[in-house]
Nanobody
Framework: EVQLVESGGGLVQPGGSLTLSCAASGFTFSTYGMIWVRQTPGKGLEWVAGINNDGSTTSYVDSVKGRFTISRDNAFRTLNLQMNSLSPEDTGIYYC??????????????WGQGTQVIVSP
């Protein structure tokens, strides 16, 4: 059974930092790309960052470029999201997701339960 378990969320002041982690099990972690997605009150569900299977390629939504860093440790089957210079607009529930490629398309076929991030004075 595929399982993704996020952790590391919490309450942080504007300008602060948090590191989210996603522990993966039930599949060969090192062969799949992974993404972070967030659900925010203002924008709904938003893709935040992605990383390929070996960590050599990353991508980010413009609003987090230069502030967030996605990384992975395939030996420990862990996906991370380092978030710096947090603002209230980053408040939301953060989900990690496993990406699968089939018939010419990438899609998410597994999600974690989410971890809440609240950025507030």
């Amino acid at each position: 059974e595929v399982q993704l378990v996020e952790s590391g969320g919490g309450l942080v002041q504007p300008g602060g930092s948090l590191t989210l982690s996603c522990a993966a099990s039930g599949f060969t972690f090192s062969t799949y790309g992974m993404i972070w997605v967030r659900q925010t009150p203002g924008k709904g569900l938003e893709w935040v960052a992605g990383i390929n299977n070996d960590g050599s390629t990353t991508s980010y939504v413009d609003s987090v470029k230069g502030r967030f860093t996605i990384s992975r440790d395939n030996a420990f089957r862990t996906l991370n999201l380092q978030m710096n210079s947090l603002s209230p607009e980053d408040t939301g529930i953060y989900y990690c997701s496993k990406r699968t490629y089939s018939s010419g398309y990438y899609y998410s076929d597994a999600w974690g339960q989410g971890t809440q991030v609240i950025v507030s004075p």
